[in-house]
């Protein structure tokens, strides 16, 4: 079975500055998705970036971008210029290449990340 | 589009009783799913659906029942509400072919007393 793991439940950055969340995966698939979610206060759960394991480029998305070390299995996402509204919780997700019934995401348990002014 | 809605937003129950999320997505998805998610557990997934009248059980399906009737509709049922089952409730639907991003409703807070 496919786990994650996120070494870091709270995080800290002072606005403006660079800070990264780190996530491991273990899985024996060699094709595959992950993902970064982000949950505001307000619950709802929002797609900040994915990343399909048979790209060698690392995903970006603006001030968001990845760090994938597929024979690590590491996905850690940093977020440059760190905003006030990027305080969240962040989860990693993993999820088999779709077909069948693979469609099953797998969370982390999440890193907390608290920005200061 | 609406995308994924779930009803009710917030939910108190008594042990014992039962009671019914609904979800639904404007989306014509395929597949949808319901996660429960508690502190420090992340997100787990309790039953998900490939299509109408196709549902599969999840990591924790224990105590929860779901059918599909349509593709547009997903309900989780709690027949015996318990304590243990005081969580927060995403809905989540994507496409089944060539795609891989699900979509998540805002979720339901249910207290069991």
């Known amino acids: 079975a496919q786990t994650v793991t996120q070494s870091q439940p709270e995080m800290s950055v002072q606005e403006a500055e660079t800070v990264t969340l780190s996530c491991t995966y273990d899985t024996s698939e060699s094709d595959y998705y992950l993902f970064w979610y982000k949950q505001p206060p307000s619950r709802q759960m929002i797609l900040v970036i994915r990343q399909e394991a048979y790209k060698q480029q690392n995903a970006t998305e603006n001030r968001f971008s990845v760090n994938f070390q597929k024979a690590a299995k590491s996905f850690s996402l940093k977020i440059s210029d760190s905003q006030l509204g990027d305080a969240a919780m962040y989860f990693c997700a993993y999820r088999r290449r779709p077909g069948g019934s693979n469609y099953k995401l797998t969370f982390g348990k999440g890193t907390l990340l608290t920005v200061n002014p | 589009n609406a995308g994924v809605t779930q009803t009710p937003k917030f939910q108190v129950l008594k042990t014992g009783q039962s009671m019914t999320l609904q979800c639904a997505q404007d989306?014509?998805?395929?597949?949808m799913s319901w996660y429960r998610q508690d502190p420090g557990m992340g997100l787990r997934l309790i039953h998900y659906s490939v299509g109408a009248g196709i549902t599969d059980q999840g990591e924790v399906p224990n105590g929860y029942n779901v059918s599909r009737s349509t593709t547009e509709d997903f309900p989780l049922r709690l027949l015996s509400a318990a304590p243990s089952q005081t969580s927060v409730y995403f809905c989540?639907?994507?496409?089944?072919?060539?795609?891989?991003?699900?979509?998540f409703g805002p979720g339901t807070r249910l207290t069991v007393t």
């Open positions: 989306m014509n998805h395929e597949y």
């Open positions: 989540a639907s994507s496409y089944a072919i060539s795609t891989y991003e699900q979509y």
